[in-house]
């Protein structure tokens, strides 16, 4: 090699390295822009009690907007105060304190389970950031109307009503999302009544949800004579013997929350063993965020669901706060390094009060699929805080 050939070589090499280093540099900083900018659209939305931002259709750019009573309604005020702790910009807390009366109502709700979700998501973040006893009150509240739906025979609190005619008591994965409600009430209260219906709770789900390979189940009815199992089954997943990925990780946030508030091993046992399930899953894609039941026979051309991903980056942050155990810290980290990118946050120029796109709500009744979903920013946006 002739002294030009060499240093056209050295220059090439040293050229290449520069444009991978400033394309890294800058891939960086676009992503947070992203969010930043996404996060900025929250402020825009106009406040209306009726109007919950729930999802969006990007094919027409429509917000489906939902009252108080649909389960997902405690998100958006979550949102904003959860924005609010992470960045301290006091524009999203006096937005927050605003969408969060407008759930109050829904602390006397006693027509699903989800009185949880609603109450706990907007009433539980705003007490983090305010020591009211006005918030206090209506997550005590809440609680007690949950536990008007719960049944001793069947040791466990209902979760629909609908659906009648084939489920005597249902009860699904993602009520054990709704005992935080309870058992942090208890704390506020003194009550222990919540605490001791949120364990006979947890413990039925334990003993009838699993599989054996730790998979779960989406829905288990019972027989309210006689408590005992009737069926178990499914109403978002592929079938009932599919493994719908959010069940997955509700499961595993459900138990490590759980164990918080009990240390009963056997919570966190189950926790590490769904949680494994679900990271070592053959058709888990390489970049972490499932497809949105791990038994769809399209895949890979079956749709993702990033909700699920940001439950389980949650829920895996808490586990590893446990454990100790560095798999599930990675695995999160892997969560969020994946969803922070153009590819995952919401298109820039669309105007909407979301953060993350490709999230699937409900796959069977063709319903929000790939679509940006409200509760997939509230995990995102609590993961964001417990990895801080
Ligand atoms: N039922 C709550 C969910 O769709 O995950």
Known sequence: MNKVSFFTLILGFALLATACKSRINSQNISASKLLENRYKMLLEYPVD????????????????KVPSKDWTSGFFAGNLWQLYRLTGNPQYKEQAAKWTAFSKKESVNNNSHD?????????????????KQEYKDVIIKGAETLCT???????????????REIWDYPVIIDNMMNLELLFEASKLSGNKKFRDIAIKHANTTLKNQFRDDNSCYHVVDYN???????????????????????????????FTMSYRYTKDEAYIKQAEATAKFFMTNKNLPEDGVPY?????????????DVSAATVMASALYELYSYTKNKSYLAFADKIIATLNSDKYILDAKINAPFILDHSTGNWPKHDEIDEPIIYADYYFLEALLRKK
């Open 49 to 64: 009690s009726l109007s919950m931002p729930r999802s969006m259709t990007t094919k027409t750019n429509s917000i489906k």
């Open 115 to 131: 009185v949880g979700f609603k109450v706990f998501c907007s009433f539980g973040e705003a007490l983090k950031v305010e020591n």
């Open 149 to 163: 739906r719960f049944d001793p025979k069947v040791s466990a609190i209902r979760s629909w009503d609908f659906n």
């Open 224 to 254: 309210p004579v006689s408590g005992a199992v009737r069926k178990k089954t499914t109403l978002q997943g592929f079938n009932d013997d599919s493994v719908w990925a959010r069940g997955q990780a509700w499961a595993v946030y459900g």
């Open 292 to 304: 949105w039941d791990f038994k769809d026979p399209s895949i890979p051309n079956a749709p993702r």
